[in-house]
C-alpha cells in the first residue's frame, strides 16, 4: 500500500472513542489527530450507540468500566446488530477478566493501563487493516449476489448443473433441452457472473455458500 493509500484510508476511517474519563477521552482524541486518524469521542456509551454509523469503516476504542454500561455490555450490544466494527478495550488491572470475555464475544483487542501511545496506534492500525478487510469481503460477497440475481430461473438451474461438473448433453438430457439452449444459457451464465472458467464460477459459488 502505497503512502498515498494509506493517507486515504486514515480520512476514511473513523475511530471512535468511549471513556468517561474526560482527560483520558481528549488525551486519546488529540493523540488520534497527531497520527492523521479522524475521531469521534464520547463520555457516554448511549451517545456513541445513538450516532454510530455501521455504513462507516473505523473502529472503537472502549473503556471497559463505565458507571452507565461497562466496555463490555457495549459490545455485546454492537453483537446483536450484527456489527462488524472492531473493539479494542482499555483496562485497568482488575478489569482483565472482563476483557478476556470480551475477546470471547469477538473483541480485537484489549490494552492494559498505563500503556504506551505507540502500542495503542499499533492496535488501532490492525484494526482499521482489519475492518477494511472484513467490508471488501462483504462488498465482494454482495456483488456476487447481485450477479446471481441476475440470473433467470432456467439460468440458475444451468448453473447449478455446471458447478457440479455436469456437460452440456448431461444438462440437456436432464433438464429436456438441447444441447444449444443449454451452451447458450451455459455462456450467459459465465458472462452475467463474470466467471473466467468454470473453476472460476465453482470457487464463486463456494463463495456464496453453495447458492
Do not use: W
Request: hydrophobic share 45%; glycine share 6%; net charge neutral.
Amino acid at each position: 500500500m502505497t503512502a498515498a493509500s494509506v493517507k486515504d484510508e486514515k480520512a476514511k476511517a473513523t475511530v471512535y472513542i468511549v471513556d468517561d474519563d474526560d482527560g483520558m477521552r481528549r488525551a486519546l482524541a488529540l493523540l488520534m489527530s497527531t497520527v492523521g486518524y479522524q475521531a469521534l469521542a464520547f463520555a457516554r456509551p448511549t451517545d456513541f450507540l445513538a450516532k454510530y454509523d455501521a455504513n462507516q469503516p473505523g473502529c472503537l476504542v472502549l473503556d471497559v468500566r463505565m458507571p452507565e454500561m461497562s466496555g463490555l455490555e457495549v459490545q455485546q450490544h454492537l453483537n446483536r446488530k450484527g456489527s462488524m466494527l472492531p473493539v479494542i478495550l482499555i483496562t485497568g488491572h482488575g478489569d482483565i477478566p472482563m476483557a478476556v470475555q470480551a475477546m470471547k464475544d469477538g473483541a480485537f483487542d484489549f490494552l492494559q493501563k498505563p500503556f504506551r501511545d505507540q502500542d495503542l496506534i499499533d492496535r488501532i492500525n490492525g484494526a482499521l487493516k482489519q475492518d477494511a478487510e472484513n467490508r471488501a469481503t462483504l462488498e465482494k460477497h454482495a456483488e456476487l449476489r447481485r450477479r446471481f440475481e441476475s440470473l433467470t430461473p432456467r439460468e440458475r438451474e444451468v448453473m447449478a448443473f455446471v458447478v457440479d461438473g455436469k456437460a452440456n448433453k448431461v444438462i440437456a438430457i436432464d433438464l429436456g433441452l438441447s444441447e444449444r439452449t443449454i451452451e447458450i444459457h451455459r455462456a450467459n451464465v459465465m458472462e452475467k457472473m463474470g466467471a473466467r472458467s468454470v473453476a472460476h464460477l465453482v470457487k464463486m459459488n463456494l463463495t456464496m455458500g453453495g447458492s
